[in-house]
Nanobody
């Protein structure tokens, strides 16, 4: 299973970015998908996760601004990020898991063993 993340970049506060993560070697259709981020000197944080059944969770700081989605036909997952803030600056990682986990525990990075390489998002003032 390989994951290739893309779409990061430099954006002004209030702007938008869409991250993409293409999966190969497996089907996104039966996977739990998630996005995480890690800022300098901070632990990796769960941003959003979504089960195949459509249950979706967001960390409080991004709720209402970020949207996770998937296109099973393209085997690609996305993270639409709107109204970006300085504190959203981090390296963003995509991850998948074949077996679902209960509720919002899908935001726990220890549940995942398939990761993308990370894409840098920098929000400037």
């Amino acid at each position: 299973v390989q994951l290739q993340a893309s779409g990061g970049g430099l954006v002004q506060a209030g702007g938008s970015l869409r991250l993409s993560c293409a999966l190969s070697g497996s089907s996104l259709d039966y996977s739990l998908i998630a996005w995480f981020r890690q800022a300098p000197r901070k632990e990796r944080e769960g941003v959003s996760c979504s089960s195949r059944g459509g249950n979706t969770y967001y960390t409080t700081s991004v709720r209402g601004r970020f949207t996770i989605s998937r296109d099973n036909a393209k085997n690609t997952m996305y993270l639409q990020m709107n109204s970006l803030k300085l504190e959203d600056t981090a390296v963003y990682f995509c991850a998948v898991r074949a077996v679902r986990v209960p509720g919002s525990s899908c935001l726990n990075p220890t549940h995942y063993d398939h990761w993308g390489q990370g894409t840098q998002v920098t929000v400037s003032s």
